[in-house]
T-cell receptor, first 115, second 111 residues
């Protein structure tokens, strides 16, 4: 069984640019959550997607947007990059169940550096 | 607003010692609590998941407890090993499909 994968591993962008990060869910998992983890801090919840719809969002501005595809893979898009967007971006896939609160399985992350 | 605090922020122990990591949360209305391990620059590895109706979970040398009424969880690690050195994070599933993480406890086990 393939685990959660993310691409790219590392990325360097400049202020004002746009970036797209990708996540492939674990097989059979239909829910994906995205997190931002700044250095030395715990991950911060960005949003969650279930069956291609956003069904939960944290305290992030609209320039953070996402997509989920029919195969449950997902993208995180960030427009107008700011220096503070430099962080490790993590996605987590969640198996189907009675609620969206099942165990989360994380990918290895994408390290984004904004110069 | 749900807040999650982990104490201590860092811990250094000799190999073989039993240790307890603490996690507290401000709102007892949670769906579950999950403990993770994170190695430097890497993703999160799930250790234990405790549903809101459960009091504890065990896996090998790890035991996690949950007391919703007091807003506390503990992760007990028995007979610590140098390979246990990592950052340990707790996370609570709150309403609106949000998960709130603590800042973590950095553990160093000396050989």
């Amino acid at each position: 069984e393939t685990g959660v994968t993310q691409s790219p591993t590392h990325l360097i962008k400049t202020r004002g640019q746009q970036v797209t990060l990708r996540c492939s869910s674990q097989s059979g998992h239909n829910t994906v959550s995205w997190y931002q983890q700044a250095l030395g801090q715990g991950p911060q919840f960005i949003f969650q997607y279930y069956r291609e719809e956003e069904n939960g969002r944290g305290n992030f501005p609209p320039r953070f947007s996402g997509l989920q595809f029919p195969n449950y893979s997902s993208e995180l898009n960030v427009n107008a990059l700011e220096l503070d967007d430099s962080a490790l971006y993590l996605c987590a896939s969640i198996p189907p169940g009675t609620s969206g609160y099942n165990e989360q399985f994380f990918g290895p992350g994408t390290r984004l550096t904004v110069l | 607003k749900q807040e999650v605090t982990q104490i201590p922020a860092a811990l250094s122990v000799p190999e073989g010692e039993n240790l307890v990591l603490n996690c507290s949360f401000t709102d007892s209305a949670i769906y579950n609590l999950q403990w993770f391990r994170q190695d430097p620059g890497k993703g999160l590895t799930s250790l234990l998941l405790i549903q809101s109706s459960q009091r504890e979970q065990t896996s090998g040398r790890l035991n996690a407890s949950l007391d919703k009424s007091s807003g506390r969880s503990t992760l007990y690690i028995a007979a610590s090993q140098p390979g246990d050195s990592a950052t340990y994070l707790c996370a609570v599933a709150a309403g609106g499909f949000k998960t709130i993480f603590g800042a973590g406890t950095r553990l160093f086990v000396k050989a």
